[in-house]
């Protein structure tokens, strides 16, 4: 499976998900391989199925695999979280994990300048994966870039940051899923309602919209545009709430 070094979107890798090794596959026949912006989401289906970060020695990676699973993998850890259903849509195979990213403080409480601690646990409080990382770096290259990429944010620099936003979204996908087949609770059982329509009806917010059995189709819909078809499929859409600039919570 072909991933990228997330902070870089180049440094392209081959990982084995079965090993867990790797090689290195930086060029296409002489010519460099493009890494656009999709969510993982998106990258259900694409050539780029994830990427990657190094930190403190270790690695990490979250990315699709061949088998239709979205893994997040360490050294020494691998955990299937989500997989494509046969109707297109996701299914969430760890819906008790839990992710907390914050910034840093020493034992007396004092703040750790510019570190952050990411934090994955089980259901049963059992920590999974565990890191203290140099957060400020990626608000650096952030903050100093130059290059005009609409829409980007810090989620494009910094893997963990990344990830907690990307399981906020396919959380929502799966859950809106399982409203699809005729589940009558409307809520995705972590407080918040989920907000959908079907082929045809007024959207009733201005948003963001995504296809539950057709993942890699995400549109804009003003407050009462009728939700289209998919090439002449009905489906289902889910609103997406708009998510706060992610570096809003990170020390600097």
């Not at 570190?115 to 049963?124: A, E, H, K």
Request: with cysteine; glycine share 8%.
């Amino acid at each position: 499976m072909l991933i990228y070094r997330h902070h870089t979107c180049v440094d392209i890798i081959d990982l084995d998900d079965r090993t867990g090794r790797w090689t290195p596959v930086d060029r296409n026949g002489g010519r460099p391989i493009i890494v656009g912006q999709q969510s993982m989401a998106q990258r259900a289906w694409s050539r780029i199925g994830g990427s990657y970060a190094v930190e403190n020695d270790r690695r990490f990676y979250f990315f699709w695999n061949e088998d239709g699973e979205l893994v997040l993998r360490t050294d020494d850890l691998r955990l299937a979280l989500f997989r494509r259903a046969p109707d297109g849509g996701l299914l969430e195979l760890r819906p008790q994990l839990s992710v907390d990213l914050r910034p840093a403080h020493y034992g007396d409480g004092r703040a750790m300048p510019g570190m952050s601690t990411f934090t994955v646990s089980d259901g049963d409080g059992t920590t999974l994966v565990e890191l203290l990382y140099d957060s400020a770096r990626y608000i650096r290259y952030y903050l100093g870039n130059f290059t005009f990429v609409p829409d980007e944010d810090l989620r494009d620099w910094d893997f963990f940051v990344a990830f907690e936003s990307e399981l906020v979204e396919l959380r929502i996908l799966a859950d809106a899923r399982i409203v699809a087949e005729g589940a009558h609770a409307r809520d995705t059982g972590r407080g918040k309602a989920l907000l959908t329509l079907r082929t045809g009806q007024a959207a009733p917010l201005s948003g963001s919209w995504v296809a539950v059995h057709h993942l890699a189709w995400r549109i804009w819909l003003e407050q009462g545009d009728s939700a289209p078809d998919i090439e002449g499929v009905s489906d289902m859409w889910v609103w997406l709430p708009p998510s706060s600039p992610a570096h809003d919570n990170q020390d600097r």
